[in-house]
C-alpha cells in the first residue's frame, strides 16, 4: 500500500506560476470550500531559503484566507475561469464566477462565529503582516524594476522565483521556448560544467574546504547574454543558486566622462566575449552616436563616417539599430529630418539672452527687360 503524497510549499507554488491569481480555491475531504490559498503567504514560506522546508498530509490553515478581497475579483475580469485546488494541492476542477461567489458565499456563512483562539491567533498574524507588508512591498519593487534576468533555485535545481525581466526578456526566447523546465534544466547542467571546470582550473578537490563558493560566469551563444551563477550559502551550508542573466550589449556598454556610451573592453575580455559581437556593438554604438549628432540626417552621417549614404542604411538595417536602442530614446515623437544643411533651423536662443536682429535683406533688383529692335522694312 502507497503512501498518500505529501505537500510541498514549492509544489503548492508552481501552481501560480500557471496563472495570474492571487488566490486558488481549496476544497476539503468533502468537497466543500475550506479556504483560498495564499499566493503572498506562499512566497513568504519560500522566501528563507535556510530552513528546512515541511512537507505535509494536506495544505495547512495558516497559508489559507476565509476574507475575500476586492482586488481578487478582478482576475475574472481577465479570465473566465479559475483553478480549484484539493488538500493535496492538485487541480481537480475549474470554476466560473458565479460558481466561485456561490461557493464562497457557503463557506462565509459557516466562518462567522469563529473559535476565540482562532481570533487570537488571526490578530498576531495581522499585526506581523504589517509590520512585513512595507519591506516584502519594497523588495516586490526591486524585483519588478530590476532590468536584468533573476531566477533562482533550490540546490536541486527546483525555480524558487523569478524576475518579469526573465519571464519578459528571456523566458520567452526561442532557445527556451516559454517552458521553464527546459531553463531549469539547461541552467543545472552549466551550472554543473562552471563547477567542474573552475575545480580543475584551481586544482582543488569538490569535498575540500579552502575554496569559497565562487560567483562563476559565462557567455551563453545561444541567448547572447552573460551569466552568472552565485552560490546561495546561510553559513557554510549551500541552500540555493542565483542566476543573473543580462544581454551583451548591456554588459558591454559604459558611461564615458561626456556621457556617450561605449564597449567596456576591460569586462569584455574578462568575460571572454566573442569578438564578433564586440566588434558589432562597436559599430552599432558608432554609427548611433553618428547619427544623432547629426539629428538622424543619413547623408550627413555617411558623409562623417566616410562610407555611401547606401551602405550606411544597411548597415543600419542589418544591425537593428531602432530595436537595440529603442530605451536610450528619450522623445517618441519623431522629428522631422532635414535633407540640406541649409534647411536645419538654428536653436532657439537661450532664456536671458537677447535675441538676435534679423537683417532684412534688400530686395533684388528688378531685370530690365531686352527690348529687341525691328528690322526696318527695305523698299
Not at 80 to 106: C, M
Not at 159 to 178: G, H, I, P, R, W
Not at 227 to 232: D, G, H, S
Not at 344 to 361: N, R
Amino acid at each position: 500500500m502507497q503512501n498518500d503524497p505529501k505537500v510541498k510549499i514549492e509544489t503548492l507554488y508552481k501552481q501560480f506560476l500557471l496563472t495570474k491569481a492571487s488566490h486558488l480555491p481549496v476544497l476539503g475531504a468533502s468537497g466543500d470550500l475550506i479556504g483560498l490559498l495564499s499566493k503572498e503567504k506562499v512566497l513568504r514560506e519560500l522566501a528563507d531559503l535556510g530552513e528546512e522546508k515541511e512537507t505535509y498530509d494536506s495544505i495547512p490553515s495558516s497559508l489559507l484566507d476565509t476574507e475575500l478581497q476586492e482586488s481578487f475579483l478582478h482576475f475574472f475580469k481577465e479570465a473566465s475561469k479559475i483553478p480549484v485546488l484539493n488538500a493535496k494541492g492538485e487541480t481537480t476542477q475549474t470554476w466560473d464566477k458565479p460558481r466561485f461567489l456561490a461557493e464562497y458565499h457557503k463557506l462565509d456563512a459557516t466562518s462567522t462565529k469563529r473559535d476565540p483562539k482562532v481570533e487570537h491567533l488571526a490578530e498576531q498574524r495581522d499585526k506581523k503582516k504589517e509590520s512585513q507588508n512595507s519591506i516584502h512591498w519594497y523588495m516586490e519593487q526591486i524585483l519588478a524594476n530590476f532590468p536584468d534576468g533573476l531566477l533562482s533555485t533550490d540546490v536541486q535545481g527546483n525555480t524558487v522565483f523569478y524576475n518579469e525581466a526573465f519571464e519578459s526578456k528571456f523566458l520567452s526566447q526561442d532557445f527556451f521556448q516559454d517552458s521553464l523546465e527546459r531553463a531549469e534544466q539547461f541552467l543545472k547542467n552549466l551550472n554543473r560544467d562552471l563547477f567542474a571546470s573552475y575545480l580543475k582550473e584551481n586544482d582543488l578537490d569538490l569535498h575540500t574546504t579552502e575554496h569559497s563558493a565562487p560567483v562563476l560566469q559565462t557567455v551563453v551563444s545561444e541567448i547572447l547574454s552573460l551569466v552568472r551563477v552565485i552560490t546561495l550559502k546561510k553559513d557554510t551550508k549551500v541552500i540555493g543558486f542565483l542566476y543573473h542573466l543580462s544581454f551583451l550589449s548591456t554588459r558591454l556598454n559604459a558611461n564615458t566622462s561626456t556621457g556617450n556610451k561605449f564597449p567596456n573592453l576591460e569586462e569584455a575580455l574578462q568575460g571572454k566575449f566573442p569578438m564578433e559581437k564586440v566588434l558589432e556593438e562597436v559599430e552599432a554604438r558608432f554609427i548611433y552616436e553618428t547619427l544623432k549628432l547629426n539629428k538622424n540626417n543619413i547623408s550627413h552621417s555617411a558623409e562623417d563616417l566616410g562610407i555611401p549614404r547606401t551602405t550606411l542604411q544597411n548597415r543600419i538595417k542589418y544591425l537593428k539599430l531602432t530595436d537595440r536602442f529603442r530605451e536610450e530614446e528619450k522623445s517618441p515623437e519623431k522629428k522631422v529630418i532635414p535633407r540640406k544643411r541649409s534647411q536645419v533651423k538654428s536653436a532657439p536662443p537661450k532664456k536671458g539672452a537677447p535675441a538676435k536682429k534679423e537683417k532684412k535683406k534688400s530686395p533684388a533688383p528688378k531685370k530690365k527687360k531686352k527690348t529687341i529692335p525691328k528690322k526696318k522694312k527695305i523698299r
